[in-house]
């Protein structure tokens, strides 16, 4: 049977080895600030290690205090690490002060042979409450595209679960556990669930940065990059997640928007100047409505989604846009201009939304004959049955029907 020093030995060279795995990682990806706090539980891991194992290297009971007090920042970083993955700023003084408070009641009160029941227990405590906060940042992230974020928080909850489990008797336990004599199956459980947790993390962790970097891509992947605001992609997801969602008060329209005499602006003006024509519209919907609400579906075409309590305050916030664009003056170099849009809105009714849009478009197309630069109401559409809706093609027939409109 291996004796404690192996058991110690053996747990330490595979945290040296996990610790190298992740500082190459680091390396590789340019040594981020991110990637910096995701690294520093396995590199604090490694001295605690060395000196848990070998306490002799120190004076006295020097080094195995040291050793719990690297420990104990160990779990610290973990929840760093779980902070900065989640986008929040670090907090190592945080971290560093409850861990020097224990180191200094280790060496005062916890230090008297008289009492040696108290040695342990604000360790362990230590230990719980910093793997509740990690768990609580890995639950702030958790979202169906983040799966990593939701298995890091089940493996520091049922840690910290744990943690508290065992306080009661960490006045009673053999060491590592608690302040009686070392046994062998004491020293393995506890270098085996270190080296268990430190694994699960490394793996998670690095899983949860791929899926954060697809998910980051797929967000990409759904924003127009001239106006910052949703395309098609995300206007299909926005009409769908309304499908799903049922409003208990209050209406929602679909309006479709078209810049006036856009081709002019071009021509005179040109394609720069059209596209802070462009901006400008996407700006004045964005901030009478909100961001997820207003798409870009063509070349100076939008669609946006109107909430309001009646059909009434529908137009009146459609006809905000409408007077908040006609006012700005949008200026390039050395030319300043004004313009104009015009607007169809039609009411949403769940279950066929793409008659809706079809209704919108025809709305638009009214206001365009009757003189551009109004909002158009367009008649109630009747609900067909549920069928599969492309609202891709919808809107692309609202963009087509804008520029016959506006040709």
């Not at 891991?45 to 920042?73: E, H, S």
């Not at 329209?253 to 519209?281: M, P, S, T, Y």
């Not at 549920?386 to 963009?399: L, N, P, R, Y």
């Amino acid at each position: 049977m291996p004796d404690i020093t192996t058991i110690a030995a053996c747990s330490t060279a595979l945290g040296a080895i996990m610790c190298i795995a992740v500082l190459l990682s680091w390396f590789k990806d340019g040594r981020p600030m991110q990637r910096s706090w995701q690294f520093a539980p396995f590199g604090i891991a490694v001295p605690a290690g060395v000196l848990l194992t070998y306490p002799g290297i120190m004076p006295g009971p020097l080094g195995l205090r040291l050793g719990w007090f690297a420990l104990t920042l160990v779990y610290g970083a973990a929840w760093m690490a779980a902070r900065v993955t989640a986008g929040r700023k670090p907090q190592p003084i945080l971290m560093v002060l409850p861990c020097v408070a224990v180191l200094i009641f280790s060496a005062t009160i916890g230090a008297d042979d008289a009492i040696p029941q108290l040695r342990m227990l604000p360790r362990v405590l230590l230990f719980a409450l910093f793997d509740g906060l990690a768990a609580r940042e890995f639950l702030r992230m958790r979202h169906p595209q983040l799966q990593s974020a939701t298995t890091l928080y089940w493996i520091f909850a049922l840690f910290c679960v744990f943690e508290l489990l065992r306080a009661p008797f960490s006045l009673s336990l053999p060491a590592p556990f608690g302040p009686e004599e070392t046994q062998v199956w004491s020293i393995a459980l506890f270098n085996f669930l270190i080296v268990l947790q430190g694994l699960l993390l490394g793996v998670f962790l690095t899983a949860l940065g791929r899926e954060q970097l697809a998910a980051q891509h797929y967000r990409l992947a759904l924003i127009d990059p001239l106006t910052g605001i949703g395309n098609r992609r995300a206007l299909d997801e926005r009409m769908e997640a309304l499908a799903l969602t049922s409003r208990k008060e209050g209406c929602t329209a679909v309006a479709v928007l078209d810049i006036d005499h856009f081709k002019a602006i071009n021509d005179e003006l040109g394609h720069a100047f059209g596209d802070i024509v462009i901006a400008g519209a996407a700006m004045v919907a964005r901030e009478a409505l909100t961001g997820e609400d207003v798409f870009r579906v063509g070349g100076e075409e939008f669609a946006a989604i109107i909430h309001a309590h009646t059909p009434e305050a529908i137009m009146t916030r459609a006809n905000a846009i409408r007077i908040a664009f006609e006012a700005r003056s949008h200026v390039h170099g050395g030319l300043s201009r004004r313009s104009t849009i015009s607007i169809g809105v039609a009411m949403l009714h769940l279950g066929d939304e793409a008659a809706c849009f079809a209704a919108a478009d025809e709305a638009l197309y009214a206001a365009k004959r009757q003189g551009r630069n109004r909002v158009v109401m367009a008649k109630p559409v009747s609900v067909a049955p549920a069928k599969a809706i492309d609202f891709a093609a919808a809107a692309a027939a609202a963009a087509a029907a804008g520029r016959r409109a506006s040709a």
